[in-house]
C-alpha cells in the first residue's frame, strides 16, 4: 500500500486565503503572548460558531454559483437571440428595399399601389385583413406582401423573446448580488470572532488547520482503480490541485470551492458536468454505499447536497473544504459533513 505524496505547487500556497493567523496579525499586530489576555472559557463556543459560519457560507456560496450559471446561460442565450434578431432585420430590410422597387416601378407607369403604400408604411400588416385588398394587387406582389409581414412578426417575437432574457438576467444579477453580500457577511462575522480569541487561541486552530492541509503529504490512498477513465482523469487533475486554497465561488485554474474542483476536473479531462454540488449531485450513475465507491466517484456530502469531492479511496476524500483551508485529502469519517450518496461519471 504506497503513501500518496503531495506534488510540489509552483505559487504561494494559501495565497488570498482567510487564515486565523491573518486575521490574528489584522488585529493585533505584534502582540507578545505575555500580553494576551486570560483564556476565555468560551472558546470552544467561539470555535463552533466560526465553523458555522463556515460552512454556512459555503452553503450560500453553492446557491451563488447556481446563480451565476444561471446568469452565464442566460448571457449566452440573449446574444443567441440578439444574433437571430439582427438577422432577421437584415431580411426585412433587403424585403423592404424589394418592396420599394416594386412601388417605384409602378408609379412611372402610372401610380402606386394602395397595397405597396401601406406596406411601406409602419403598420401594414392591417391592410392584408381585408379580404378585399388583397384582389387589387396581383400574386406576385401578394407573396411579397406575406412573406414581408410573416418576418416582421418573426422579428418581433425574436425582439421580445430577448427582452423577457434581458429582464429574467436582470433579475438574477440582483439575486448574485444578496448571494455575495450574505457570503460577505458570514465571512466578516467569522473573522470578528475569531478576533475575540486570544493569540495564542488563534495559533493554534491555525496550526490545527495547517496541519490537516498537510495532513495529505501522508494519507494512503490504496491501489483501487477508477471505475473509467474519464473518472481516472478527472481525479487526477483533482490531485494536481492539492494544496491551492479554497476560496468561494472560484473554479480553478489556481484557487477552487467544492464544486469548483469538481467541475475543473472533470473538463480537463474533456466532461462537461454542472458547476454546483447541488447539480452534480444528480448525474451520473447513484452510488448508495460508501463500500462501492471507486477513486474518482464524486462524494455529495451534507443533507442539502452543499458539498461536493472526489472519492479518493481508502476511505479519503479529495476536495476544496472550506474558508482558510486547501484542496486537501481528508477522512469522509472525520470531516464533519454527513454522506449522501456518490456519483459516477463514465
Known sequence: MASHRRPKQSGPRCTGVLTVATAAAVAFGTQSASADPLPDPNKKGVEAQVDRLYEQATQA?????????????????????????????????????????????????????????????????????KASALDRVGERQTAVLQQFLSRQRALQQQRQEASGKLRDLDAVQKDLGNRKKEIQGKLSEARRLLNTLSAK????????????????????????????????????????????????????????DCSGLTSWAFRQADV??????????????????LGDL?????????????????????????HAPKPGATVRYESIARSGMPFMWGVRIG
Open 61 to 129: 456560496t453553492e446557491r451563488y454559483n447556481g446563480a451565476k450559471e444561471k446568469a452565464d446561460q442566460l448571457k449566452k442565450q440573449i446574444a443567441v437571440v440578439q444574433d437571430e434578431a439582427a438577422r432577421k432585420q437584415g431580411e426585412l430590410n433587403e424585403l423592404r428595399q424589394r418592396i420599394g422597387g416594386l412601388a417605384a416601378s409602378q408609379y412611372r407607369s402610372g401610380g402606386i399601389d394602395p397595397s405597396l403604400h401601406l406596406l411601406l408604411s409602419e403598420a401594414p400588416d392591417t391592410y392584408l385583413e
Open 201 to 256: 487561541e488563534r495559533a493554534r486552530i491555525d496550526e490545527a488547520e495547517d496541519r490537516a492541509n498537510r495532513a495529505g503529504e501522508r494519507v494512503d490512498l490504496g491501489s483501487e482503480a477508477s471505475a473509467s477513465q474519464r473518472a481516472a482523469a478527472a481525479f487526477a487533475a483533482a490531485q494536481g490541485r492539492v494544496g491551492l486554497p479554497y476560496v468561494w465561488g472560484a473554479s480553478g485554474p489556481s484557487s477552487f
Open 272 to 289: 462537461s458536468i454542472p458547476r454546483t454540488s447541488q447539480a452534480q449531485a444528480n448525474i451520473g450513475t447513484r452510488i448508495n454505499s
Open 294 to 318: 471507486k477513486p474518482g466517484d464524486l462524494i455529495i456530502m451534507r443533507t442539502d447536497l452543499s458539498h461536493v469531492g472526489f472519492y479518493a479511496g481508502n476511505g479519503q476524500i479529495l
